[in-house]
């Protein structure tokens, strides 16, 4: 049956909506697609957040005697513009710092006139200095965002741990962060092959490939003469503290060693012959061989009860802890600054550096430990803990426990070749 105009007309109107609808989605679409295209293209072509995506971009790095000058000037700028970049970076960067080796990127537009728009200083992995002379001239900083990473390692100690930690590709500043953790367990002049170990911790990288720093030890267990030592990290009064799975704290009265990696040469014993004497006498220290400047820090909190110099120990410090230890470094090549008597110390605080003063073959630290008068071996000092573990805490940490050294426990340990 033929449709009537009666008919006709509103189903035309209905066509004409659904069309336009249609047209209007895939418009839409298309806008949307294209927005996120538009997105894409640009979150890929920037450069410290700095749209880069219509420049053309030269990169190099600095020599010696460069100057801000001498590196506007490679690229045709004006005097003029070379003296307001300058000035406008008076409170934002040190011209006279520029390093000879430190990367620069310099940015142009694609065009017959080639005109320099950015000229960038790399201060550092994460730190540029902007000389932005798009419009006018300005000067600012941008950052390079850096990223935490979870990360784990393990292995078996065959040379050294620095040598594990380099072998494996990690950053060394793992191995002073283990050392530091440790610093009241463990002797790491004394580790050996065998020893074992598993850390949890953080890395903070940049262009998530640069290693910058070791963040925060999550866990860890180190294996030293068959005895494991945990590390578990617990919050007590709004500090973070690393305690053994039985809830004391590792922090100690006293450091089990006064300086960083360097070899044991000399044991306590009650004689031994003097390379320089020539005489067999007691030597009641233990002597540290190590590259002279090599800084040496107080095992404990103290005053100095004296800091001089004498034939035999040459430049030595002597602190005085409590009531009853006391400690001696000697044959220093110089002193701290601010070490003379009477000077209040911090445990770890750096009070000289290894020499070869006094009667001394070679640079070491002889390093001594009294006990109400009495000489005794540092190497087998017991230290007390310190900021115990609160009773009303012992649930909490139990369960923060539990979950590290379950965490741990799954690490596999493998062999290291």
């Known amino acids: 049956m033929p449709l009537t105009k009666k008919h006709r007309y509103p189903l035309i109107a209905s066509l004409v909506i659904l069309l336009g609808l249609a047209l209007l989605f895939l418009f839409r679409a298309n806008r949307e697609e294209a927005q996120l295209d538009c997105n894409i293209a640009e979150e890929g072509t920037r450069f410290l957040g700095l749209r880069v995506d219509t420049l053309t971009m030269v990169e190099g790095c600095l020599t010696s005697g460069s100057t801000v000058s001498n590196l506007f000037g490679q690229y045709d700028v004006s005097q003029t513009l070379i003296e307001k970049a300058i000035d406008a970076s008076q409170d934002i960067f040190d011209p006279r710092r520029m390093r000879a080796g430190q990367p620069y990127f310099a940015f142009f537009t694609d065009d017959t006139l080639s005109k320099l728009r950015y000229l960038i200083y790399g201060r550092n992995t994460?730190?540029?200095?902007?000389?932005?002379?798009?419009?006018?001239?300005?000067?600012?900083?941008?950052?390079?965002?850096?990223?935490?990473?979870?990360?784990?390692?393990?292995?078996?100690?065959?040379?050294?741990?620095?040598?594990?930690?380099?072998?494996?590709?990690?950053?060394?500043?793992?191995?002073?962060?283990?050392?530091?953790?440790?610093?009241?367990?463990?002797?790491?002049?004394?580790?050996?092959?065998?020893?074992?170990?598993?850390?949890?911790?953080?890395?903070?990288?940049?262009?998530?490939?640069?290693?910058?720093?070791?963040?925060?030890?999550?866990?860890?267990?180190?294996?030293?003469?068959?005895?494991?030592?945990?590390?578990?990290?617990?919050?007590?009064?709004?500090?973070?503290?690393?305690?053994?799975?039985?809830?004391?704290?590792?922090?100690?009265?006293?450091?089990?060693?006064?300086?960083?990696?360097?070899?044991?040469?000399?044991?306590?014993?009650?004689?031994?012959?003097?390379?320089?004497?020539?005489?067999?006498?007691?030597?009641?220290?233990?002597?540290?061989?190590?590259?002279?400047?090599?800084?040496?820090?107080?095992?404990?909190?103290?005053?100095?009860?004296?800091?001089?110099?004498?034939?035999?120990?040459?430049?030595?410090?002597?602190?005085?802890?409590?009531g009853a230890y006391t400690s001696t470094y000697m044959h220093l090549s110089r002193f701290a600054n601010g070490i003379r008597k009477g000077a209040k110390v911090e445990q770890g605080q750096r009070i000289g550096y290894v020499g070869s003063t006094g009667l001394s073959t070679g640079p070491h630290l002889d390093f001594r430990v009294h006990l109400n008068g009495r000489p005794i071996n540092p190497l087998k000092m017991e230290s007390p803990s310190v900021n115990s573990l609160h009773p009303s805490n012992k649930a909490a940490f139990k369960a923060v426990c539990d979950t590290v050294m379950n965490q741990l426990a799954t690490l596999p340990l493998h062999k290291q070749s």
């Open 126 to 322: 994460t730190d540029f200095v902007v000389f932005d002379v798009t419009d006018t001239v300005a000067v600012y900083l941008k950052q390079k965002p850096i990223k935490t990473i979870k990360r784990t390692t393990e292995g078996a100690i065959l040379e050294s741990l620095w040598n594990n930690i380099k072998k494996n590709g990690h950053n060394p500043a793992l191995c002073y962060r283990i050392a530091d953790l440790y610093a009241w367990q463990i002797d790491f002049f004394g580790i050996q092959e065998g020893d074992q170990y598993k850390i949890i911790y953080d890395e903070l990288v940049v262009d998530d490939s640069v290693s910058l720093d070791i963040g925060q030890i999550h866990g860890a267990v180190f294996t030293h003469n068959g005895h494991p030592y945990y590390a578990i990290p617990f919050e007590q009064d709004s500090f973070i503290e690393y305690f053994d799975e039985n809830g004391k704290n590792l922090r100690k009265a006293f450091l089990k060693a006064p300086l960083r990696y360097s070899r044991i040469s000399s044991r306590f014993t009650n004689s031994r012959r003097h390379p320089i004497l020539r005489i067999s006498r007691p030597h009641h220290g233990v002597d540290y061989a190590a590259l002279s400047g090599t800084p040496v820090v107080s095992i404990g909190s103290g005053t100095v009860l004296a800091a001089g110099y004498e034939r035999g120990g040459g430049n030595y410090v002597k602190i005085k802890h409590n």
